[in-house]
C-alpha cells in the first residue's frame, strides 16, 4: 500500500534576535519499508505570516526578564499548516515558547504551547530572588509545566497510583481524530513534520491519578533547569518566601489534579498540578 | 550580518547493511535564504546546480557502500551542496552505526570505518573502571573531541583563554573559504583566544551561527612512555560543553582497559570535568594528527559535521 502526504507551511520565528520566516511544501511516500520525501516546490505556498503575535510575545517576554537574570535563549514560533492525505484534508495553526533564562551558574527551561507565555512572569519574578541550593523536601507540588516536564518520563516506568492516557481533541498525523485512549497500544499518528516518518504513540498524553486533590503549603516546584533525566529532575522552587533549587528523584505521585494546560513535550502532554514523594 | 542569499540542497538517504544492501528512508531538502539585516527570508525553492552537484555526490557514495558480513550496520548517506557567496561546497558524510555504536565516515575512509566499526563492535563491555583511577590514551584521533568540547565551544561561546600545556596547539580551520553568509573564512587560535571564523547552518531555514567546522590539534615535542595500566579511548559517542560552569561531558562509548598485555573492554562511562581540569590532565602526545571518524555537533537544535584531528593523547584525571 502506498499513501502519499502532502503539506504547506508558513512559520514566522524569532530566534535569539532573528526573525525568519520560512515557507515550504512538501511530499512524503509511504511504501512498505521505504519512506521517502521531497519538497513540492510547484505546490502554491501559503501566504507569508505576519511576525505582529511573535513580537508582541518576544515583547512582553524581554519585559519580564530583567538584572540579574539575562535571557539566554528565546525561541517564538508562530506557524500555520494545511495537510492532505488521501481524500482528508485538514490544517493547523502552532504557537511555541521556548526559554531559557540564566541567574549566575543556574538556567530555568520554559516551553509553552501557546504565545501567551502565561506564567513567565512569575518564574521570573521567583528566580530573581534565588536563594540558592537546598536538600530536596520529602514531599512537593509540581506545577503543571513541571509535571508536563516528567511526563515522557513515566512512559515504560509503570509507577504505582498513576497511569497515562490520551486526551481526546484535534486530529493526529494522518488526520485521524485523536480519541480517548486509556492505554496502549496507542492506534494514533504522531508526524510532527513531513520529512519525519509518521509513528504510532500516545498524542495529549495526560497522567491520572485516583487522587486529584493536593496537598496545600508544600513547596512548589515552578519550572524545571533541564530536561529530567528519567525520574531526577533539578527544579526551581518556592516555599513561602524562599526561592531555592533542589535536585529530586521522584519516588511516588502521591496525586494529580485535572490538566490545566498543554505543553509542547514529547507529542504533546496536557499537564495539572502533581504532588510527588521524593 | 549582512544581506547575503544562500542556497542548499541536502540529500539523506539510510541504508542498511549487509549480503544486500537496502535503502529504507530517502530525504530530498533544498531551498533558498535571503539575509537581510536580523531577517531571514527562506523558501524551498530548488537550485538546478545544486541538485546536480548532490546527485552526482550522493550516486558515488552509493556505490562505495560496503556489504559487512554482521548484520546490523546501517548507514545514513547525507551530502549537501551549498551556495554562498558565489561558492559551490559539497559535503557527502555517512554516519555508520552497529550496535550500540557510530561513526562519522567520509568516502575516502569508508571502507576502513567500517572495519574498524565492525572491530571494536565486536567485544561487549564487561567492567566498569574509573578513569580517574588511570591514565587514559586517547587512540583514532578521539583526543580530539575532548578539544572539540574543552577549547572549541569556549572559544565559540567567547570565553577567556585558560593556561594549556605550551606543546599543544588547537586551530579550527575551515575546509571551505566562505561560510554560510558568505564571508571568507580563517584559521583560528582555539588556545590563544580566538573564535572560529564560520557561520553555519544546519538548513537553508535555520540561522546562521558560530560554530567549529573543522578542529586539528598538533604537538611539538610533548612524548610519553605507554603507561602499563591505562584506559584507551576508542570511540566517543557524544560530548557536551555547559557554558554556564565551563564542564565538559564526554560520553565514551568504546574503551579498553589495558594491563600489561591484557585488554578487557570497559562499560561506556561519562567523564565530567571542568575545562581547566582538561588542560592540567593533558600530560603528553605523539605522531601527527589522525583524522577521527567524526563528530555531528549540536547546537540550537542545528546538527552540523566537524571534522575533528588529534594526535595521540595522553591524559590523568585526579
Redesign the interface.
Known amino acids: 500500500m502506498i499513501e502519499v502526504y502532502r503539506k504547506r507551511g508558513s512559520i514566522v520565528r524569532y530566534?535569539?534576535?532573528?526573525?525568519?520566516?520560512?515557507?515550504?511544501?512538501?511530499r512524503a511516500v509511504e511504501e512498505g519499508?521505504?519512506?521517502?520525501?521531497?519538497?513540492a516546490?510547484g505546490t502554491a505556498?501559503l501566504p507569508?505570516k505576519d511576525a505582529g503575535d511573535v513580537l508582541d510575545a518576544v515583547r512582553r517576554i524581554e519585559s519580564v526578564v530583567s538584572a540579574p537574570l539575562r535571557i539566554e535563549?528565546l525561541i517564538v514560533t508562530d506557524g500555520s499548516a494545511e495537510h492532505e492525505l488521501g481524500e482528508r484534508r485538514w490544517s493547523d495553526k502552532t504557537g511555541r515558547i521556548h526559554l531559557s533564562i540564566?541567574h549566575r551558574?543556574?538556567?530555568v527551561l520554559i516551553d509553552e504551547g501557546s504565545l501567551e507565555g502565561g506564567g513567565i512572569e512569575s518564574i521570573a519574578g521567583a528566580f530573581a530572588r534565588l536563594e540558592g541550593e537546598r536538600e530536596a523536601p520529602p514531599r512537593l507540588r509540581l506545577a503543571p509545566r513541571v509535571t508536563a516536564a516528567l511526563t515522557p518520563s513515566l512512559f515504560g516506568v509503570d509507577p504505582p497510583n498513576v497511569r497515562l492516557e490520551q486526551v481526546a481533541g484535534g486530529v493526529d498525523g494522518k488526520g485521524e481524530p485523536i480519541g480517548a485512549v486509556a492505554a496502549p497500544p496507542w492506534p494514533n499518528w504522531y508526524r510532527p513534520s513531513y520529512?519525519v516518518?509518521p509513528q504510532r504513540t500516545a498524542l495529549n498524553v495526560a497522567v491520572r491519578c485516583s487522587v486529584s486533590v493536593i496537598e496545600e503549603g508544600l513547596p512548589q516546584a515552578i519550572a524545571v533547569l533541564e530536561p529530567p533525566r528519567g525520574l531526577d529532575m533539578r527544579l526551581l522552587c518556592v516555599d513561602g518566601g524562599h526561592v531555592f533549587i533542589t535536585t529530586v528523584r521522584v519516588v511516588r505521585i502521591e496525586a494529580v489534579a485535572e490538566p490545566s494546560a498543554w505543553y509542547p513535550f514529547a507529542a504533546g502532554v496536557w499537564a495539572g498540578e502533581a504532588e510527588v514523594v521524593s | 550580518m549582512t544581506g547575503a542569499t544562500f542556497a542548499m540542497v541536502t540529500r539523506d538517504e539510510l541504508w542498511l547493511l549487509g549480503a544486500e544492501r537496502l535503502l529504507r528512508e530517502q530525504r530530498l531538502s533544498h531551498g533558498t535564504s535571503t539575509l537581510r539585516g536580523t531577517e531571514i527570508a527562506a523558501i524551498d525553492a530548488p537550485d538546478d546546480r545544486l541538485l546536480a552537484e548532490s546527485e552526482r555526490e550522493i550516486e558515488a557514495v552509493r556505490a562505495l557502500l560496503p556489504c559487512p558480513p554482521n548484520p546490523g550496520v546501517a548507514a545514513r548517506v547525507v551530502v549537501s551542496a551549498r551556495r554562498a557567496g558565489g561558492e559551490i561546497m559539497t559535503e557527502p558524510l555517512i554516519a555508520l552505526s552497529y550496535r550500540s555504536l557510530a561513526m562519522v565516515s567520509t568516502p575516502g575512509t569508508l571502507t576502513a570505518d567500517c572495519q574498524r566499526l565492525l572491530r571494536i563492535g565486536a567485544t561487549n563491555g564487561e567492567i566498569d573502571g574509573d578513569y580517574r583511577a588511570f591514565p587514559i590514551v586517547w587512540r583514532h584521533g578521539s583526543g580530539a573531541v575532548l578539544l572539540h568540547e574543552a577549547a572549541g565551544h569556549p572559544a565559540e561561546h567567547g570565553h577567556a583563554p585558560i593556561d594549556w600545556p605550551p606543546w599543544l596547539a588547537v586551530h579550527d580551520e575551515p575546509p571551505f573559504p566562505v561560510d554560510d553568509t558568505a564571508r571568507r573564512t580563517a584559521v583560528a587560535d582555539l588556545l590563544g583566544g580566538g573564535r572560529p571564523s564560520a557561520m553555519r547552518r544546519a538548513s537553508f531555514a535555520d540561522v546562521p551561527l558560530t560554530r567549529l567546522s573543522n578542529v586539528v590539534a598538533r604537538q611539538s615535542s610533548a612524548p610519553f612512555e605507554l603507561p602499563r595500566r591505562r584506559i584507551e579511548v576508542l570511540l566517543v559517542d557524544a560530548g557536551r560543553y555547559e557554558p554556564l560552569t565551563e564542564t565538559i561531558s564526554l560520553y565514551v562509548s568504546a574503551a579498553d582497559l589495558v594491563e600489561g598485555e591484557t585488554s578487557r573492554r570497559l562499560r561506556p562511562f561519562v567523564i565530567e570535568e571542568s575545562r581547566q581540569a582538561v588542560a592540567r590532565a593533558l600530560q603528553g602526545a605523539g605522531g601527527a594528527p589522525e583524522r577521527y571518524p567524526g563528530v555531528i555537533c549540536s547546537a540550537e537544535g542545528q546538527e552540523v559535521a566537524v571534522g575533528s584531528h588529534a594526535p595521540l593523547l595522553l591524559t590523568r584525571f585526579r
Open positions: 530566534e535569539n534576535g532573528v526573525l525568519v520566516r520560512v515557507r515550504e511544501a512538501g519499508a521505504f519512506f521517502r520525501c521531497t519538497p516546490p505556498p507569508e535563549r540564566v551558574a543556574w538556567r520529512r516518518r
